[in-house]
Structures are given as structure tokens and as C-alpha cells.
């Protein structure tokens, strides 16, 4: 590649070797050769469990009630293929492969290497077995519970990271080139945030409860999930766009400058825009204005990216209509620049309004993953096979043809999604001249999309077909490899220890009549001191991790210090045993895929949904449960809106009481026995994180939850529903919807109250005290019916 020629020569005009200094060596070409063929199988699992889950969306009926494969189980399923396995192998395959070469290294050792492979494949299986079996933290991109989140943090820090930058302190290239510098921010920042978002207490094997609650567990979880697209489905992936693009199209990087303000600008800015994803909730206007104004400062380094991978074919534009590979990086780039337009676009308040909770959402972040990561990916999957397997392609034409049915099975998946969004935003606010809404009846606007969702299976069975005939390809490129591969060996002079840095150039204004700041400023644009920093890999890697920390401390301290984010309410209390039962099944079935916990303070939400919801409301709620996507209704003031035998029913058959409904039947839940036993270890766990619990709740825990148990299921047969089913598990899920949102309404008793409590009332209490006092009858009956 031509960059890193220039390196070399760059480093003999410095002295930075001796001839007779020459040291031999090989690239280890058979991990590489592991992660790629990884990331053919785990893209077809990925692309065809998310296949089946929109096959179910609108055939629900297919689960036939079975727990394992429903919605809410496999949805989390399939993001985590498509993430961590799919994209996660074809981002190791990229590193391994060009880190070596651009140290003009081996790796630093062949047994880190391997436990990273086989390490990540044992993650993935965990993961693969424990989310249909409702194993799950229910916090998107973080699903996984604390044990492999463990395993996780040492296979992606100790092993890899340990691997990878001893061999950039060892490589024998003197200075680091721009795709090793995506990855140490990679590396870096995805450790920091997976460690920091996944702070729990364990309460069993396989449970465990995050030591945030409400507001800032939410703030803490998109902070990380926001940032996990950043820094594992884009940093790597525009590392791989600046090694793969120069060598597919045999031309330098466009702009090495352009590189420097891209990389260093992106790492900054990237990681204050997470609050975006909580307009007009509970958290703090401050923190998601924030998040808005960085959002859109975002686009300029993102495009300035795109414009570099761009320009790169500058003079080559000619081998794009010839060369499926050159295709492939083009239309993936294309994505990328549309995806990180339309991301600041969404973070502006007045639209966010619009498409949060809707299917845009879900367009939008389709569009970057099939386009963007699916498409690098395979372009370079193409590049590598036959340098990997050191034979021909098996078929060149089958890869032009999976390149047209990609772009295809892209654009009849995302433009009807884009347009079920825009519906259903609509619809959701749709108001007529009276002021009632014209769409009072949720399933409305979910029949009213159902179509658009067919054309998203029949979109994503043509991409499905073309990651299908990426594994033919490989699988007989790989059948026609030679007996034995051959191992290059290359010689190179190792790095001396001694480097003196040439001094920077002179400002062009030096004889100019200008202040000195302004020739200062002139020596600084021309970035040369950016070159002292490229072959010092650890002060590198301190640097990004300072950027990215402070960015962080600056969002993070304010909402975790300042009392007025959260501000109390006297009448909000912990769930009782049963019903914080009744929450772990909520949180294990899935439910937060479907249906949100947050009523925004728009009109429409509050007369279709009621009172919007407040930050002191969920102080109590680990992990908290907002949301990102509403195939279902709100539930946030569910409680006493339904009698417990029609809950009953609806987990039954839907259909019976909401016809038209997508949701499948959960009948598992009134045929399998509640584990009174095993509430305890919950109680004691979230009475650690702070939930203040009597004494009997603590050491007779089963009691106290059977005793609520036989209640609820006593209301049931007065509704008329059956007898004798106090011991299920939906009796406790029913006392936790019956339970949602009814705290605010409540009346403090008089006893409970202290001077103390009345000397810390805040301005916020005596706002909710006062709405609570305002509301309808019909809402007071409501919390009543539910106490």
C-alpha cells in the first residue's frame, strides 16, 4: 500500500535502522483465516434468526406459545449476532490481518491470538443458549448477564487488547498508520464502557442487579449504547475502510490531515451524544440538549470520513464498475455517509418527537448495519479469500450477484420500514378538531403497517440469499486451496531504540507581516506534530483514552451529583416481593422489545397513555425499562387500567381481548409454577442497592409473596376467571402490570411522615402532590382498584 511505503522510506531518510540490523519473520495468516470463517457462519445465523423474528412479528402464531423462540426472546438474539458475532469476527479478521502488516510484525503471541478466537466463539454460544432461555439484562446491546460479561471484558482487554498493543509496541514500522489508530479507540473505549455500563450485584448464577436505577441506569445504558455503535460498528469499520479501500483500489489515502482532524474529532465528540436517545423522557432537559448539540457537530467529522473514503478513488473510479469488491466499499461507504446524516437529524428534538418508538428507528439503524458493516465486511471477505485460501475466487460472477441482490434486499427491507415509521408517528399523534385522538386504539396502527412489515421479510430473504452465496463462495474457494499454504517470510530492520524527531517545518508566513500566534497557529494546521504522536503506541493509547474519559466525566458527574435530576416522591415505594417477581419475568420474556415505560409530556401520549411520567417514579426500577421501540402500548400507567383476569386472558390468547394484536400467546406462563423460593435472593439484593424492606419482607420472603399471590388470584375468580392458580408465574407478572405507574396517585398516610421528610420536600414533591391531587376520579379509582 502506498502509505505504508512512505512510512518506510520515512524511516530510512530518519536513521531509524541499521542494515545489519535485519530480523525475519512471518504473519500469522491462520487466525485470520479462523475469525473469517467465523464471520460467514455467524453471519448467516445472524441474518437468519433476524429473518425468523420479523417472520414472527407477523405471524405470531407460528411460536405455537413456545417461550424459546418468541419475539421478545430471539429480538435481543439476533442483535447480538448481528453485533458481536457477525460484525464482531469481521472486525477481528480485519485487525489481524492488517496490524501485522502495518507493524511489519507477528502478532506478539500465537497463544493470545487463539484464546481471543476461541474465547469470543465460547461468548457467542453463551450467548446464543442463555437469551432464548430468558437469560437477560434486559438493557440493549448489554443483554448479556454478569458472568459473561466477565469472560467478555478479559477475552476483549486482557487477551486481544494485551495482544494487540504489545504488538504495536514491538512492530518494526516506526510510525503508526490511521487504521491502527481506529483501532486503539476501539479497543480502549469499547472496554470502558462495557465495564462501566455493567456494573451489578449478582443474586444468582445467572442475575444480577445494576447498581443504577431509573434516570441514570438509563442515562449509564445509552451512554453505552450509543457508543457501542460507535466504537464497535464504526471505529473499526472505518479502520478496515482505511487499509482494505487503498489496497482494493491501489491508491493512497486522499488526505492524511483529513485522517488526523477525523480521528481525533470523532473520538471526542462521539461520546457525549448518547442522551440523545432520551428526548422528552424523565431525564434532565440539560443532558439531552446536550447529547442534540453534539449530535449534530457529529456530522461533520463522520462525512469528513466518508469524503476521504470517497476521494480515495480518485483516478480509480474506472475499476469500480469492473471490480465487485470496489462496489461493495463504495455502496458501504455511501451508507455510512446517509446513516451518520440522518443520525444528527434524529437527535433534533422536533423530529425525535416524531420517529422515537416508531419503526424509523429501526429503519434508520438497518440501514447502517446491512449497508455500512454488511457491506465492508463483505467486500472485504472478497478481498481476503483468495490472498487467504492463495488460490482464485470460485466465482466472480456469484460475488457481482450477491452484490446486486445486497443492494436490493437493502432497499426493499429499510424503505418500507421508513415509511411503517413515519406512519405510525403520524398516527400516534393524529388529532381531530374536538381534540380526541383520531387513533385511539393502539392496534390500529399496527395493522395499518403489518404490509410494510411482509415487504421487510421478502427485503430481508433476498439479503439472507446473498450472505448464503457468500458462504458457497468461501466454502469452495476453501475447497480449492492448495494442500499446503505457503508462508512468506520477510525480512525488515528491527526499530532502533534511539528516534530524534525531525524539528517541524517553518510557517509559510515567516517572513509575513503577522502576529506570532498566527504563525504558531500556521506550523500547528500543518499537523506534522501529529507524527511524534504516531510511533509512540502507548502514549497514543493514553491520549484517546483521555479524550474519551473526559468527554464522559463532563455528561456523567453532573446527572450523578445534582439532587434536583431526580427529585422524590414520598408516595413512590419498592415493589413488594411478588411483584419484583413479577418484574424479573417481564424483564426475562422481553417485554421491553414491545412496550414502553415512558409517557413524554406531549398531548397525545398523556390522553392516550394518561399522566406523564416523572423522574422520582423510578428510583426503585433495576434495570430501568423505557424502552426504545413500541409494537405494544405504553404500559407505564397500566396499572388498574384492565381488570387481572383480562391480563389473564391476554397472556392466554391476545386475540381474544385485543384483536388484531401481534403478540404471541403466553401460555407457558400460566402452566409453569412461580419459585416462591427463590424471590428472597432478589429482595436482598435490591434492599442492598438501597429499596428500604421490612423485616418480614427480608426473612420470610415466599410468605409475604404467596400471601399477595393468593389476592390476586382470589380477584381473578371474582372476574371469573379459574380457580386455584395462586402459584403460577403469571399471577406475579400481574400483580407488576396491576402495580405499574399507580405510585404517583397514592395518598401518603399521615403516620409515615416525618419532620425530617417534610423539612426535604422538594419543589418537584410538592408539584407532583399537587397533580396527584388533580386527577380524574376515574384515575384515583384506578390506583385504588390496584392497591
Not at 424459546?68 to 448481528?82: E, K
Not at 442487579?209 to 438509563?218: L, P, R
Request: proline residues 6%; hydrophobic residues 45%.
Amino acid at each position: 500500500m502506498a502509505t505504508t511505503d512512505v512510512t518506510s522510506q520515512d524511516a530510512a531518510r530518519s536513521g531509524d535502522s541499521q542494515p545489519g540490523d535485519l530480523e525475519h519473520f512471518s504473519y500469522d495468516d491462520t487466525i485470520v483465516r479462523m475469525f473469517a470463517t467465523a464471520t460467514v457462519v455467524w453471519g448467516l445465523v445472524a441474518t437468519l434468526v433476524g429473518l425468523i423474528v420479523a417472520t414472527f412479528l407477523v405471524l405470531p402464531w407460528l411460536t405455537n406459545g413456545l417461550p424459546w423462540i418468541s419475539f421478545g426472546r430471539l429480538r435481543p438474539l439476533h442483535t447480538n449476532a448481528a453485533i458481536f458475532a457477525f460484525a464482531g469476527n469481521g472486525i477481528f479478521a480485519a485487525v489481524y490481518y492488517s496490524t501485522q502488516r502495518l507493524c511489519k510484525a507477528r502478532m506478539w503471541s500465537d497463544v493470545l491470538s487463539r484464546l481471543h478466537f476461541w474465547g469470543w466463539q465460547a461468548i457467542i454460544v453463551a450467548a446464543a443458549i442463555t437469551l432464548p432461555m430468558g437469560i437477560t439484562q434486559s438493557r440493549e446491546y448489554a443483554e448479556l448477564e454478569w458472568p459473561i460479561d466477565i469472560a467478555i471484558a478479559i477475552v476483549w482487554l486482557l487477551i486481544f487488547g494485551g495482544n494487540f498493543l504489545m504488538t504495536l509496541i514491538n512492530r518494526r514500522e516506526r510510525h503508526m498508520y490511521v487504521a491502527l489508530w481506529f483501532y486503539i479507540a476501539t479497543i480502549v473505549t469499547v472496554a470502558l464502557l462495557h465495564v462501566f455500563n455493567n456494573l451489578v450485584i449478582p443474586s444468582g448464577l445467572f442475575h444480577g442487579y445494576s447498581v443504577y436505577a431509573g434516570v441514570q441506569d438509563a442515562f449509564m445504558q445509552w451512554w453505552y449504547g450509543h457508543n457501542a455503535v460507535a466504537f464497535f460498528l464504526t471505529t473499526p469499520f472505518l479502520g478496515l475502510m482505511y487499509y482494505f479501500l487503498p489496497k482494493a483500489a491501489e491508491r493512497p489515502v486522499f488526505s492524511y490531515k483529513l485522517s488526523i482532524i477525523h480521528f481525533w474529532s470523532l473520538v471526542f465528540i462521539y461520546i457525549w451524544a448518547g442522551p440523545h436517545h432520551l428526548h422528552y423522557t424523565a431525564l434532565p432537559e440539560w443532558a439531552s440538549t446536550l447529547g442534540m448539540l453534539f449530535s449534530l457537530m457529529l456530522w461533520m467529522p463522520s462525512w469528513g470520513g466518508m469524503i476521504n473514503g470517497l476521494l480515495t478513488l480518485r483516478g480509480a473510479w474506472h475499476k469500480v464498475a469492473a471490480d465487485p469488491v470496489l462496489k461493495f466499499f463504495v455502496v458501504g461507504i455511501t451508507f455510512y455517509g446517509m446513516a451518520t446524516f440522518e443520525g444528527p437529524m434524529l437527535s433534533i428534538k422536533a423530529i425525535n418527537a416524531l420517529s422515537h418508538y416508531t419503526d424509523w428507528t429501526i429503519a434508520h439503524v438497518h440501514a447502517g448495519a446491512l449497508g455500512w458493516n454488511g457491506f465492508m465486511i463483505f467486500g472485504m471477505m472478497y478481498w481476503l479469500m483468495p490472498r487467504l485460501y492463495q488460490t482464485k475466487i470460485w466465482s466472480p460472477k456469484l460475488v457481482s450477484l450477491h452484490f446486486w441482490t445486497g443492494t436490493v434486499g437493502i432497499l426493499l427491507y429499510i424503505v418500507p420500514i421508513y415509511a411503517a415509521g413515519l406512519m405510525q408517528g403520524l398516527m400516534w399523534r393524529a388529532m381531530d378538531d374536538t381534540g380526541h385522538l383520531v387513533y385511539p386504539d393502539f392496534v390500529e396502527t399496527i395493522q395499518s403497517i403489518v404490509p410494510l412489515w411482509w415487504l421487510r421479510v421478502a427485503g430481508g430473504t433476498i439479503y439472507f440469499s446473498g450472505v448464503v452465496m457468500l458462504a458457497i463462495n468461501a466454502l469452495m474457494t476453501w475447497a480449492n486451496r492448495p494442500k499446503t499454504y505457503e508462508v512468506p517470510v520477510y525480512s525488515a530492520p528491527r526499530l532502533s531504540k534511539e528516534y530524534h524527531d525531525e524539528p517541524l517545518p517553518p510557517s509559510v508566513l515567516q517572513d509575513a507581516p503577522v502576529l506570532e500566534l498566527g504563525k504558531k497557529l500556521d506550523v500547528f494546521s500543518q499537523m506534522d506534530w501529529h507524527r511524534r504522536w504516531e510511533r509512540l503506541p502507548v502514549k497514543f493509547t493514553v491520549l484517546t483514552t483521555l479524550a474519551v474519559v473526559i468527554a464522559t466525566l463532563f455528561e456523567v458527574i453532573p446527572t450523578f451529583l445534582i439532587r434536583s435530576n431526580v427529585p422524590t416522591i414520598a408516595t413512590v415505594t419498592p415493589y413488594t416481593p411478588l411483584e419484583l417477581a413479577g418484574r424479573h419475568i417481564y424483564v426475562s420474556e422481553g417485554c421491553y422489545n414491545c412496550h414502553s415505560q415512558m409517557i413524554r409530556p406531549m398531548v397525545a401520549e398523556t390522553k392516550r397513555y394518561g399522566e406523564y411520567s416523572k423522574p422520582g417514579e423510578f428510583i426503585y426500577d433495576r434495570p430501568f425499562q423505557w424502552g426504545s421501540r413500541r409494537i405494544g402500548p405504553d404500559l407505564q400507567r397500566e396499572g388498574g387500567k384492565q381488570s387481572s383476569f383480562w391480563h389473564w386472558t391476554h397472556f392466554e390468547d391476545p386475540e381474544l381481548v385485543s384483536p388484531g394484536s401481534v403478540m404471541p400467546s403466553y401460555r407457558h406462563l400460566i402452566e409453569e409454577d412461580l419459585k416462591f423460593e427463590a424471590i428472597q435472593p432478589l429482595v436482598e439484593t435490591v434492599h442492598y442497592l438501597g429499596a428500604p424492606y421490612s423485616e418480614e419482607d427480608l426473612t420470610d420472603t415466599a410468605n409475604v409473596a404467596r400471601r399477595q399471590a393468593e389476592v390476586v388470584a382470589a380477584d381473578i375468580v371474582r372476574q371469573g376467571g379459574p380457580a386455584g392458580k395462586q402459584n403460577k408465574q403469571v399471577i406475579a407478572l400481574i400483580a407488576y402490570l396491576q402495580r405499574m405507574g399507580t405510585d404517583l396517585f397514592k395518598t401518603p398516610e399521615p403516620e409515615a411522615e416525618s419532620e425530617e421528610a417534610a423539612e426535604g420536600e422538594t419543589d418537584a414533591d410538592a408539584e407532583v402532590a399537587v397533580e396527584a391531587e388533580t386527577e380524574t376520579a376515574e384515575a384515583t379509582d384506578a390506583s385504588e382498584t390496584a392497591e
